[in-house]
């Protein structure tokens, strides 16, 4: 299973980034879930968002507002819009799958190599 993220790049605060997240690998047989973490220097990663199979949004660790995560883990896709960005957002941002394959038992995690996002002031 390979996961690419993409979108990330350096905006200015209050800006905004559209992350998208492709999932791809013959041996998928489905994916359960797909989320958004991010990781700031000499922090611990975070989760941001998540959706779910048929549910739609499960998690969104965003109390202002800022944060919407969409997609469709039929699609094997996952994207996560960023607006009114702010400093304290710079971070690496990987995209997760909980997926379930041909050659594993159970679910299983995977994920991107994550894409960089500064927030400059």
């Known amino acids: 299973v390979q996961l690419v993220e993409s979108g990330g790049g350096v905006v200015q605060t209050g800006g905004s980034l559209r992350l998208s997240c492709v999932a791809s690998?013959?041996?998928?047989?489905?994916?359960?879930?797909m989320g958004w973490h991010r990781q700031a220097p000499g922090k611990q990663r975070e989760l941001v968002a998540g959706?779910?199979?048929?549910?739609?949004?499960v998690y969104l660790d965003d109390p202002t507002g800022r944060f919407t995560i969409s997609g469709e883990t039929a699609q094997k896709t996952s994207f996560l819009q960023m607006n009114h960005l702010k400093l304290g957002d710079t971070a690496v941002y990987y995209c997760n799958g909980i997926a379930r394959t041909s050659y594993a038992t159970g679910d299983n995690a995977y994920w991107g190599h994550g894409t960089q996002v500064t927030v400059t002031s």
């Open positions: 959706i779910a199979k048929g549910v739609g949004t």
């Open positions: 690998g013959e041996d998928i047989v489905e994916i359960n879930i």
